[in-house]
């Protein structure tokens, strides 16, 4: 049996849904997000977590926020977050194309040292299939950005790579990946996804019992808090299937 594990991103804005029904069993948060947030709000967060807990740097975001950027002082505080909240999956701060990849590299070196753990690695195209195989070689478990941005102009060109990685026994994570209609092709360990919120304009997922699509709601004035209840239940459905799914 292969198994595939969808976390659940964005759940910070969601959490009296997701408390509602339980929680899910994967969540992706950003540390971003919960940078100097007391402790009762991050365990907040934390007990809606059933089985794992992935951490993004929010590197991207902190970078967009405003104000001087100082990368060391920031990788310490997620060094710091993951020590306090014993974190075991965590992606490192995805800044090649802002600082380059020695820069990354360092900064990456520098928070593993300082958690005392290996972080998740995010190979993007341009790094080039020699660097993606050193990645392989260096950890168990690593992911592949670009792919909300639009870098991969041909997504087929991922399988032999994620195929590639499987054969070695390594863990591959597809980062922003929400195109369902693809997961069986493309064979991730796990991807994350924020396609189970409801917007404000209606929509609604229904799973059928073997795939999940958007319904447009014919009433633009739906609640979207009920409509966000009504899919995290769709959405949650949707990810035990592909979890339990044998013929992936």
């Known amino acids: 049996m292969i198994d595939l594990k969808i976390y659940f991103a964005g759940i910070e804005s969601y959490i009296k849904q997701v408390e509602r029904v339980g929680g899910v069993d994967y969540v992706l948060t950003?540390?971003?997000?919960?940078?100097?947030?007391?402790?009762?709000?991050?365990?907040e967060l934390r007990r809606l977590v059933n089985k794992s807990w992935l951490i993004d740097s929010g590197a991207f975001t902190f970078?967009?926020?405003?104000?001087?950027?100082n990368w060391d002082e920031y990788v310490d505080d997620y060094a710091d977050f993951i020590n306090e909240y014993n974190?075991?999956?965590?992606?490192?701060?995805?800044?090649?194309?802002?600082?380059?990849?020695?820069?990354?590299?360092?900064?990456?070196?520098r928070l593993e040292l300082k958690t005392g753990k290996k972080c998740i690695p995010v190979f993007h195209p341009e790094l080039g299939v020699g660097y993606y195989k050193k990645m392989v070689d260096a950890y168990n478990y690593i992911a592949i950005g670009g792919i909300v941005v639009g870098k991969?102009?041909?997504?087929?060109?991922?399988?032999?790579?994620?195929?590639?990685?499987?054969?070695?026994?390594?863990?591959?994570?597809?980062?922003?990946?929400?195109?369902?209609?693809?997961?069986?092709?493309?064979?991730?360990?796990?991807?994350?996804?924020?396609?189970?919120?409801?917007?404000?304009?209606?929509?609604?997922?229904?799973?059928?019992?073997?795939?999940?699509?958007?319904?447009?709601?014919?009433?633009?004035?739906?609640?979207?808090?009920?409509?966000?209840?009504?899919?995290?239940?769709?959405?949650?459905?949707y990810a035990k299937y592909m979890e339990v799914k044998n013929d992936r």
């Open 30 to 43: 950003t540390f971003f997000n919960l940078r100097g947030k007391p402790a009762s709000r991050v365990n």
């Open 63 to 69: 970078m967009n926020s405003g104000g001087e950027v």
């Open 87 to 109: 974190i075991e999956l965590f992606i490192e701060l995805d800044l090649y194309s802002i600082i380059g990849i020695e820069n990354t590299e360092r900064i990456r070196k």
């Open 152 to 237: 991969w102009k041909d997504e087929n060109q991922m399988i032999p790579l994620i195929n590639y990685a499987k054969r070695k026994g390594v863990k591959v994570h597809g980062l922003g990946f929400t195109r369902t209609s693809k997961l069986d092709r493309f064979k991730f360990y796990s991807v994350d996804s924020t396609s189970w919120l409801s917007d404000r304009f209606g929509k609604v997922y229904v799973f059928d019992g073997k795939t999940i699509r958007d319904v447009p709601s014919a009433n633009k004035r739906t609640d979207w808090r009920r409509a966000s209840y009504h899919n995290i239940i769709q959405w949650k459905k």
